[in-house]
Each structure stands twice: as C-alpha cells, then as structure tokens.
C-alpha cells in the first residue's frame, strides 16, 4: 500500500497541474464573458488584460479537497470525514468566485459586492468550527470566551477585513499570488508544529491552496497574461481569513499573534491606508495611489523589483512569526516592538502615511541631528512666545 505522505505529494502534483492547465482556459473564457482589464488612470496594464484568473485556483482547489484528497484521507483513523469538514469552505468559497466574477464583468457597487462576501463568511459561522470564540489575550493576559453573538460578529469581522485587505494590495503581475504563497506557506507550517490541537485537516487543506495558486503564478508573474481579478483576490483573502481562524482561537498566546504577523503586508496596508486617509480627511474606502507598490514604484523601482521587494516584506514578517513560537516571552514582546518600529519607519520613509507624515524619522532626526535638533527647538519657542 502507497503511504499516505507519497499518495499526499501525488495529490499536491495534480493540483498544481491541474491549475496550470486551467489558467489558459481560463484566460479564453475570461475574453468570452468580457472579463477584461482595460486601460485607464488607475490601472497598471497598458493592453486589455483577461481577468478572472482565480477562478483556475478555484477549480484546481475544489477538485483537489472535494474529488482527490477524501480518497486518500479516508484510509486514515480519522472519525471526521474530510468531505464534510471541506464541503461548507468550496461552498462559500464559490460563492465569493461567482461575486468576484460578476464583479471583473459588470464592476459591482461596493454594497452588493460586500453582501456576496457577507453571506460566505455567514455560511463559514453556521457550518463550520472556524469560528472567532476564544481569544488568549497575548503576553500573559487572560482567556476571553465571546458569547455567541460576539463570536459571530467577530467571525464575520475577519472573515471580511482579510478579504478586503488581500484585495486591496492586488495591484501588481503576481503579487497577491507570491505575497499568498508566502503567507499560506507559513500558516501551513504554524498549524501543522505549533497550534496546539490543530486538526490534521487543516495544514492538508492549506497545502492544498498553495499549489493551486504555485500552478496558476507562471501565468501571472510579470509580465502577467492573466490577472487574478476580483475572482481571484477575493477568493484567496477569503479563505486566507477563514483558515487563519483556527490560530486566533487558539489558546497558546503565540498563536494569537502569528497569523496577524502572518498577514503582515495586507493588515499594515489596509491599517495605515486607513490612517492616511481619515487624517486627510478623504472616505476610508476611497481608492488613491499611495499604496505600498504605489509607493516603491514611485521611488523609481522598476515592476518586477517592486513585487520582490514586497515578497521579501512578506518572507520577513513570515520569518518573524515562525521565531516567535520558539522564542521565550520576552523575547517575542521585544520581537513585537521592533517589527512595529520597523513597519512605522519603513511606512515614513516611503511615504505612505502621506506627505510629510513622518513623526518618528523626525524623532529620531532630533535625537541624532543637533542642527534640526535646534532648529526644531527654535521652532517650538517661537510657536509658544506668539
């Protein structure tokens, strides 16, 4: 009998042939149905470019987790079955495929776009146990159990905010694919050593998006003949959240964080977009060019340099979460601060809290410059003799 480790890697194989084989399909279809990208102020892409790329990860996904992998978990001594545990996470996940794909077509309005993502996250709270109703508040404090409603509420909360947040930094050939890989690849790894009473199901599961997005990135790196489009964005954020649910609601203080620190490029974005825009007085959801690859583009990195950077950001805060679950109490609060520190200093330098935004470069401009250090000084005395 083949062991399940090689029966496992042969599903593994599969999946990212059947996404590399899907994606061109895919691509003429996308020109079909007018899933296109054309050119405009905002847009990157200099020709029209098929969207709809993630609907290949989506079909190499579900087949893989509803056709392949049942097969060879059931010679496990496992009581659950894995098509049942599965089966809710395809159904919501298609759902969000379908409001994504409606979206690259006809360009939804935020509300019914958001409904389609709200009635997913929904279906995960009603029929599944991913599900946000344990918090280990980090570094000691206590565990907090959510009542029901709180959970759902929290749920949801998530589910939504890490979709969008993954959404909002495809702006680049191949950077919500590589950024993905990375932060999957490590949430695999957290789930499978680290997460204490971690179902098998899980790390199998994340494994198995992986490749389904490694067989479908060939077609995407620049320079990309296929976008992922809302379809694919969408989809990837979504379950990226779900799957992420399982360390929020761990009861290891360390497992609280890792997934937060996991998702590192997508939460600081959206956070400090956020935070730019409300003290620019602009709507939180208003779209602008200021954006990480807005900003290393604008510093005058080329494409391709611009998405490796933000690949090694995304190995970096990766790195950082796999040290943090061997690392002492002390040493992950100090890992805590320094990456904070970094992340703020690297948003100053580039720029994208806005123009002149950059309290802590001015500082530590203060403590290490005497000559701003008293101009700074002379400044502050005449604000206060007027």
Not at 1 to 20: D, G, K, N
Not at 58 to 80: K, R
Not at 289 to 304: A, C
Request: proline share 5%; with cysteine; aromatic share 10%.
């Amino acid at each position: 009998m083949i062991p399940f480790a090689l029966q496992y890697i042969i599903v593994l194989i599969s999946t990212l042939v059947l996404s590399a084989v899907a994606t061109p399909i895919v691509r003429f279809i996308s020109f079909q149905i007018g899933a296109v990208d054309n050119p405009n102020a905002r847009r990157i892409n200099k020709v029209p470019m098929p969207t709809a790329g993630g609907l290949a990860v989506f079909i190499a996904f579900a087949v893989s987790v509803l056709g392949f992998l049942p097969g060879i978990i059931q010679h496990l001594t496992i009581d659950e079955s894995y098509f049942d545990y599965v089966l809710p996470l395809v159904i919501a996940g298609g759902l969000v495929i379908v409001t994504g794909l409606i979206d690259d077509i006809k360009e939804l309005k935020p509300l019914p776009k958001m409904c389609g993502i709200l009635i997913a996250a929904i279906i995960i709270w009603v029929w599944t146990d991913f599900r946000f109703d344990d918090f280990k508040i980090p570094f000691g404090g206590p565990l907090l159990h959510f009542p029901s409603w709180l959970s759902f509420v929290l749920t949801v909360l998530w589910i939504v905010a890490i979709t969008n947040a993954v959404n909002l930094i495809d702006g680049l050939d191949g950077l919500v694919s590589g950024v993905s890989i990375i932060s999957l690849t490590t949430m695999g790894i957290v789930s499978y050593f680290f997460l204490h009473d971690s179902d098998i199901f899980l790390p199998l599961t994340i494994f198995i998006l992986v490749v389904a997005i490694a067989g479908f990135l060939p077609y995407n790196y620049h320079p990309a003949i296929i976008y992922l489009g809302d379809t694919g964005a969408l989809f990837i954020g979504f379950m990226i959240g779900v799957l992420s649910l399982q360390g929020l609601k761990n009861s290891t203080a360390v497992a609280v964080v890792t997934p937060m620190i996991i998702l590192g490029v997508p939460i600081t974005d959206t956070v400090v977009a956020i935070i730019r825009r409300s003290l620019s007085g602009k709507k939180i959801y208003e779209a602008d060019r200021m954006h990480l690859h807005h900003r290393l583009l604008f510093m005058g990195l080329t494409h391709r340099g611009t998405v490796l950077v933000i690949y090694a950001i995304s190995f970096i805060f990766s790195l950082i979460s796999l040290l943090l679950n061997v690392s002492s109490r002390l040493g992950g609060v100090l890992l805590m601060v320094f990456l904070l520190l970094g992340v703020l200093i690297l948003s100053e330098m580039i720029g994208i809290f806005g123009e002149n935004r950059t309290p802590l470069l001015n500082a530590l401009r203060f403590i290490g410059n005497s000559s701003y250090r008293q101009e700074a000084i002379a400044k502050w005395k005449s604000r206060r003799l007027k």
